[in-house]
């Protein structure tokens, strides 16, 4: 389905934005749902909603304290960007402390809290997904994702006891974990990635919450035979993350041991040995003069992998873009890794805006100008900054509409390496 964009001119509001403004809307939408169909107290519903609005604001602007030097470099860049996976462990905590913190001030069971909480956060989950995959609906792993997390809204809407529904979060977040863990590009750069951490520590965190609410179950005098089942459920719980672990351990040494022979396959599979722009296409060649007077051609750089953007000065969102690509570039250009930046001249007040320009922000990388727009109609960067992944074969593995951040160059990039 392509990018999901919103787009004003030839610039686009793109992705994460996105994310923000949908984020706010679904709030409403599981706020009345809760009230409506589930039958839940205002009180508890008007606490889900405080502190999931909070908690996305959080994450938004969390952007300003990881990278306080480029917001007040740029003040723009928190339009664009966010802090993210650290970005939503900030979000976590705090939801976390004024969760807690309210409901002991007004005294709200936390059984009725559990009851509303689980198929509210399932909803989120699942707009969220839903979201990535209207993004990149080729991605079978976000669609494995979000089918789950359907499934889990759908049972927890229907489930009333407190431990069911902390199993359901447990076992959801470890599908999550699976899924993560066994992303093709998080295998390529290691077992360990953001992601898996992010979701193997909610399953450690929602374990120790079921063993502390069977720790007060014990103390009331329940039912003998509910504790040893929540106990056991989260042993097995434990020993499938464990095992998962050791036998992606196993894979991904089998993995490096036949890394050239994979390679060779992979790019076979990619390179449809087609010109073009699409993905799995040969980017189309092309040779521009550079701002320090060099000819650059596309082909030349066979070997390394590319970031192939398109921008122009003018653009608010390619100023934002800009620093984070000059400090990816710094951190990779040894890594066989190249960014080749085509200005969009014909759109500029002249050639000496963009040498300017690329002065006062410190850019190192590749810059060339595109004098009559040929080379962006040729690849159909309409709205700017547009951005296109091209492997050391020459083939496009993907392509990025908007601002991109650090964290995403990085992602894509560990993705065909």
Not at 220 to 247: D, H, T, Y
Not at 327 to 334: A, L, P, S, W
Request: one cysteine or more.
């Amino acid at each position: 389905m392509g990018e999901w964009i919103l787009q004003f001119g030839n610039i686009v509001v793109q992705g994460e934005n996105l994310l923000l403004i949908s984020g706010l809307l679904i709030s409403y939408v599981v706020f009345y749902y809760g009230i409506k169909v589930l039958k839940i107290e205002r009180n508890i519903m008007d606490l889900i909603l405080n502190s999931f609005i909070n908690g996305v604001l959080i994450w938004k602007f969390s952007y300003v304290v990881l990278h306080p030097n480029s917001v007040l470099q740029n003040p723009m860049t928190i339009l664009y960007f966010n802090g993210g996976y650290v970005g939503i462990s900030m979000a976590i905590v705090f939801i976390t402390v004024y969760t807690w913190l309210y409901v002991k001030k007004q005294n709200i069971p936390v059984v009725s809290y559990t009851r509303a909480m689980v198929p509210a956060y399932f909803g989120y989950f699942s707009t969220f997904a839903w979201i990535r995959v209207m993004e990149n609906s080729q991605n079978y792993f976000i669609i494995l994702q979000a089918i789950a997390a359907i499934c889990f809204f759908i049972v927890a809407s229907r489930v009333k006891a407190q431990k069911t529904l902390l199993q359901l979060l447990i076992w959801f977040h470890l599908i999550q974990f699976e899924l993560a863990l066994y992303k093709k590009y998080f295998v390529n750069t290691g077992i360990v990635s953001k992601e898996v951490w992010l979701y193997g520590s909610l399953v450690i965190v929602f374990i120790c919450i079921s063993y502390w609410l069977e720790r007060r179950e014990r103390e009331e005098v329940l039912e003998e035979r509910n504790k040893g089942r929540g106990r056991k459920a989260n042993q097995l719980a434990l020993g499938v993350m464990v095992v998962s672990i050791a036998v992606s351990s196993i894979f991904n040494s089998q993995h490096e041991v036949g890394k050239v022979k994979s390679k060779s396959v992979l790019s076979t599979s990619l390179d449809s040995g087609k010109i073009g722009t699409n993905k799995g296409e040969i980017a189309p060649d092309f040779e521009l003069r550079s701002i320090t007077g060099d000819n650059i051609q596309l082909s030349d750089l066979r070997g390394k992998t590319v970031i192939l953007n398109f921008w122009a000065t003018w653009c608010p969102p390619c100023r934002a873009e800009m620093p984070e690509m000059q400090k990816f570039y710094e951190n990779n250009k040894n890594n066989n890794v190249e960014i080749l930046a085509v200005n969009l001249t014909n759109s500029e007040r002249g050639s000496n805006a963009v040498s300017d320009f690329v002065k006062n922000k410190g850019v190192t990388f590749k810059v060339v100008l595109d004098e009559q727009g040929d080379i962006g109609n040729l690849y159909g960067a309409i709205t700017i900054p547009t951005s296109y992944i091209i492997d050391k074969n020459g083939v496009i593995r993907n392509k990025y509409i908007g601002p991109m951040s650090y964290e995403t160059m990085d992602r894509m990039i560990s993705g065909i390496q």
